[in-house]
């Protein structure tokens, strides 16, 4: 099956500093990826859909200044959370499609990030 | 707008036993994909089954079924001989036709399996 890698798993940082977050497809070419935020016992929130080569579309309400998202290669996806505050503290998770159209997502282990 | 909905947050079920997870949406279109998701306290969501709204016949995958009803707009999922594994969160997922992207997901059930 396809494998998509995130890292870090966890991270904790200071408030105002700038943390970055690496999705992987390990074994297949993903075009399109998307990140997720998660908050505890709740759902997944789409942020964005990542494209390689060209600009991610965000979500509405979701700051693009704030989370910047790169797709840079067709394996590589990194979410970089900028000037981080407390209330950026979340789970987040990133997922790929795969080319062959299954329909399903294959998702990330997450990044927990906590901002002191 | 297309909505996912999980009216129950927790469930329990005992070792060996069986339950069924309960998902309704809304749409409008006709042929779309539908998925349970499972998230185990690791984190990593995986697929547990999917289904294709053409498809009449319900998806199966060793203990785990589904109950499509089209019409109802309704797609359970019955975990039978539930083991201590199967413990996560559910989360039912809706899948428009021809977007590629959007997913749709429903708030998730906590399951609890009693040994």
């Known amino acids: 099956g396809a494998v998509v890698s995130q890292h870090p798993s966890w991270v904790i940082c200071k408030s105002g500093t700038s943390v970055k977050i690496e999705c992987r497809s390990l074994?297949?070419?993903?075009?399109?990826m998307f990140w997720y935020r998660q908050f505890p016992k709740q759902s997944l929130m789409l942020m964005a859909t990542s494209n390689e080569g060209s600009k991610a579309t965000y979500e509405q309400g979701v700051e693009k200044d704030k989370f910047l998202i790169n797709h840079a290669s067709l394996t590589l996806s990194t979410l970089t959370v900028t000037s981080a505050h407390p209330e950026d503290s979340s789970f987040y998770i990133c997922s790929a499609r795969t080319r062959w159209n299954t329909g399903e997502l294959f998702f990330g282990e997450g990044s927990r990030l906590t901002v002191l | 707008a297309q909505t996912v909905t999980q009216s129950q947050p927790e469930m329990s079920v005992q070792e060996a036993e069986t339950v069924t997870l309960s998902c309704t949406y809304d749409?409008?279109?006709?042929?779309?994909?539908l998925f349970w998701y499972k998230q185990p306290p690791s984190r990593q969501m995986i697929l547990v089954i999917r289904?294709?709204?053409?498809?009449?016949q319900n998806a199966t995958e060793n203990r785990f079924s589904v109950n499509f009803q089209k019409a109802a707009k309704s797609f359970s999922l019955k975990i039978s001989d539930s083991q201590l594994g199967d413990a996560a969160m559910y989360f039912c997922a809706y899948r428009p036709p021809n977007t590629g992207n959007q997913f749709y997901f429903g708030t998730g059930t906590s399951l609890t399996v009693i040994p």
């Open positions: 289904q294709e709204a053409y498809k009449q």
């Open positions: 074994d297949f070419q993903a075009t399109t």
């Open positions: 749409t409008s279109e006709s042929d779309y994909y």
